[in-house]
């Protein structure tokens, strides 16, 4: 059934499959008066991009964004907003070798299963092509909570494999290819990486996501809450295997005592919390940090079946990112974005205001 | 706005307060047929009941549950279920100390500054015992889902502070106050909780929930994933700051090589997944973690503020748990049987069936 | 599937049978701050009420309704509000007759092919008697509108088999047992109820229903457009075959030039559109008219089948309504004050704020 | 916000306005294995373009749709479907005479007072020229419907102005520019349409949609009904005022002996109901009926006001229909296989399957 759209006030359905005629989103809700264009979203998209350095997947894309419908004059009507990719880079490869096996960790198996049929030119539906769309859409709620509430969104890369970043500069992130906020650890993660490439093989990543600037009270207690609708968002995005929250699993071993952030008048005296208590935004910086699993799409050999149950090797060949977890950073700023502004809209709906300053605090 | 609801197909709706008349739900979306009782659900309720050990809150409650309707003869109708249980333990505490502060780590400060208004008493809305009706809906979906496709559901406490479960035992689980499933370690856990609650204090808590025999097919990319649904689900339980599925964050540091799980005409070699690949259950066991953070409501005293800014101390009295996590097991289960069992439905929506045999493996 | 909520933003659930133990709603998403009590709620449910005239049900029940959560110290909190009536007079009576029949005109027949099953007491799920928890729902929607807006909301009986209203006096509504505001007639109508309770026959009508002070700019197009919404929610109601916004079928003789109001500096010079313009209000009335069938529950005897196909004639016992249509006053205006009420806190959520006065005009 | 969707499980959402780049829709929840392609959706488009008789609007737009997304070899594959249509007739014109007024009757005045701004240009988003997307959908319900269970869905023209058609012929409808049903009235239709234009003027319209095979069963009481639904998805499309299900307006003066449709081994005896009992399919054919209003597109000059407040005259110049009745016969069988379609969905949902051959009955 349906399944592809996100957020209630403000909504964003997606379409398009990796080798189809075009990817596409419709985005409902988006208030009127908000400039916006092409311009913009496609900076976000550039940050996505295959191809922008050695260590992503080579397939040249120009992702290259149109608006449809919804923008008129520069800036959003309030009628739903139409965006297009189209997919230009269709080589007319040959799939037979994948066409019926089910390439271990992939969607492969699960897609046929579901739906008794899939598109195996380059995982369908089920392609990490499919978020580009996610990070267009995700462009437009940065820029409304930025426009209206000074909302400031950095994602970056925590941890690759064994290389973690210690020194957390922001200045950094868009200087390497690799949203890497730790200048020290470059040289051993280029290094890494490269190793890495000529096993053939793949790594996970850890990225972090901050929010600064969060007006308080947004969140739909009990099912609605902000931090279940941020954990959705981001665990459903392709490869993410586990989402925190604040201090997250070390909260496993923190006592009351510690975990609790104190309040003073001039505000709270730590964030253990993330930003969000009760399932509601605290006005603190609102922290998420998720897992990313290493792509299967490896040239080491496999094991595996095909779909008629018979055991098959599989080699995936072809151009893919040896950590998918790097190039997903705009991706995760982007569902982090729409699920904030979503809120920000259903928080607007309940009160008519949304607190722009942390109230009583300061 | 509205946020009370779980579900698509299947929906689960709340209300009640910790200290108001009667906590409710409403679950809308049962298909008719199935049998139901209100001993069933008082099983779960029970184990999900405070005051059973002496290490969860004193207050007792016998939290009887009444069907209210959509039951007839025995078995549901395909109507709309409802479910009440009447608060009986409302004491006439004096609740002036706490009126106007908010305690630090709990959501007092942002349900105030959301609604402009809260319900102080013990916790209102916020408090944990709203989830009783999350524990009796989750019976109708775990029936439902045992009956229908032998589904089974374990959870279990996996680590608590210092604590970790080692050798899992699922035939421990119910044999102790803490659903610990390592029968080696409950003398070193009931020592540790001991101590705690002689300081005051409280602890986090990791839980494990693993699901048996799902169906091969559930989830609906891409934004209603299975893992997506799962994660909303569990980051929606009270005090949980995490979530993982299968491996979790452990995949950070997994090659590819290692991570995928290679296919055999017997069935998958391994289960680093956690049962979902693309979105999708794969057949596999269902796997989630969560970690709970440790309650505020500890007698070591804080510091905060009240509601007109100023500089408070405050001590949290009354019957509390030192770890609420413990409690949480039932709950969890309860979730994740509700996402299990909308996606059921949502499955037999698109397809007309849903397969209940892995199909192709084996 | 769950099919027992209306609203998006302002959201009813209800549950409960005629005979069950309870009726029930949770009202999710109504804003904090809003006075609201018992006896308010009462007053519509009275008007609702069985056996306050020789020409409605003699069933006798006193549908006290129970408020129990989501309002503290006499105002809602912004959490889940939660009504209940229980059901007190479950005449233990003998269904024997009917359990295994249709009676034509009835739902038994559909719910019986689509549940496989029914509670065949007095109707079950089926029985107007659920709509008391809309008329319960609707005293909040239209509290919030009254004291938000302004906004009043008016239903009455415009027709009723031969007798139609001709001079509308509204304060002429709540002075007689039919919400007639025509006194002229009321004698004419009194005596054609009377001899169709001889004949033991039932009859449709035609109500009204006007909403004044409707802020402008309400309804989201182009699906969720207010009359859609309004038309949603009438056609909704028990018996209603037929809804019409404004002049309705009239408009199928009318030319352009004399439907299209025109608009002045002081106003709109007409009302043909009935206060909806591309699916957004306008600012003028809201109006809107349905129609109800005679009710299938009457002692003419009528043919129609068991559930296992045998031909059988059937004569409905017991109290009931020769015309349905005149306790569907308060339902009708129920509905539509949730539709309002919805469509404000969207609009709220888009654009921050709601036109209290119409703008431009005048 | 967010209103743009419409279904549940079979979910259409749209975007488009009349002078942009394009029309598209996203169709998320059609099940795998339908086959689908450009042609067939194609038909219908040329069945509600404009300008293919001298009575609709001479505006020529080849109305070529392409699907982008979620059709691969030939089938449905379960995921998103994309589909769009470029404008291409978007004449440089000069819209500087109706940018600041209001048009009376147009949804100019509402669409300003909701969004503080609007796309003037030829109506922007509401225009009909946007119900093309949901012809386009509506095709592939349609062949859902008819390949899955041999639903066959007929709209006609049953009334304009005075001439009303009294031979219903189903083999006439598509016989005429007119889906007019009675032949031996075409020439008096013919004439009055002739009149009408040389006035400048327009009229309203009365249209009947019948669906044939419907499955016994569909509708989700008790919000959800198939008549509410049905009414919800016709009051949604441009112009329409009023919605009959069955008898409609006419069960006011019927009574219930009279209006039961009463039931044999071999059948309903009648079908007052049209087709839904208690909100729920009966298996007998669903027929609606719906008025549509005049446009107010007339070059009759009207009194209006500008977006200063300011009277001024209008004239509408431009290519238009003098009744857009005429062509919404496409849009109107589209809305009803929508909502059939989605409801098939969700009693699959719940039963795991829809009855394809009326039960007991027969």
Avoid: W
């Amino acid at each position: 059934m349906a399944g592809n759209s996100i957020g209630q006030l403000f909504r964003v359905t997606t379409f398009g499959e990796s080798h189809g005629v075009a990817l596409g989103c419709i985005i409902d809700g988006c208030p009127p008066g908000l400039e916006i264009n092409e311009a913009m979203i496609q900076k976000d998209l550039d940050r996505r991009r295959p191809g922008t350095s050695r260590y992503t997947t080579q397939r040249r894309e120009p992702d290259q964004v149109k608006i449809l419908a919804g923008v008129f004059e520069g800036k959003t009507t309030g009628t739903s907003i139409g965006l297009m990719i189209e997919n230009t880079d269709q080589r007319s490869k040959d799939y037979s070798n994948i066409k019926d096996m089910f390439r271990p960790g992939h969607a492969d198996y699960t897609y046929h299963q579901k739906y008794g049929t899939r598109d195996y030119r380059g995982g369908g539906r089920s392609s990490a092509r499919e978020t580009a769309m996610r990070v267009a859409a995700g462009v437009i709620a940065k820029e409304y909570l930025k426009q209206h509430h000074g909302v400031e969104i950095h994602g970056y890369l925590s941890e690759l494999g064994p290389v973690k970043a210690e020194n957390i500069d922001f200045s950094q992130i868009e200087q390497n290819p690799f949203f890497f906020p730790d200048e020290s650890k470059l040289e051993e993660l280029d290094e890494f990486m490269r190793a890495l490439k000529k096993e053939g093989d793949s790594i996970g990543a850890r990225l972090s996501i901050v929010a600064k600037q969060v007006p308080v009270g947004l969140g739909e207690p009990v099912f609605d809450r902000l931090d279940a609708d941020i954990a959705h968002a981001l665990m459903g995005i392709n490869a993410v295997k586990a989402v925190e929250i604040g201090d997250g699993f070390a909260v496993v071993n923190q006592r009351g005592s510690e975990h609790r952030d104190e309040m003073m008048p001039e505000g709270f005296s730590s964030n253990h919390a993330g930003g969000v208590l009760g399932g509601i935004s605290s006005g603190q910086d609102v922290v998420a940090h998720i897992a990313l699993k290493p792509t299967s799409s490896i040239t080491v050999p496999g094991q595996t079946i095909d779909k008629y149950g018979k055991p098959v090797e599989v080699v995936t060949k072809g151009r893919h990112d040896p950590c998918v977890g790097i190039r997903a950073v705009p991706i995760a700023e982007a569902m982090l974005a729409i699920v904030l502004m979503d809120h920000c809209l259903r928080q607007r709906g309940q009160n008519g205001a949304v607190a722009t300053e942390t109230p009583i605090l300061r």
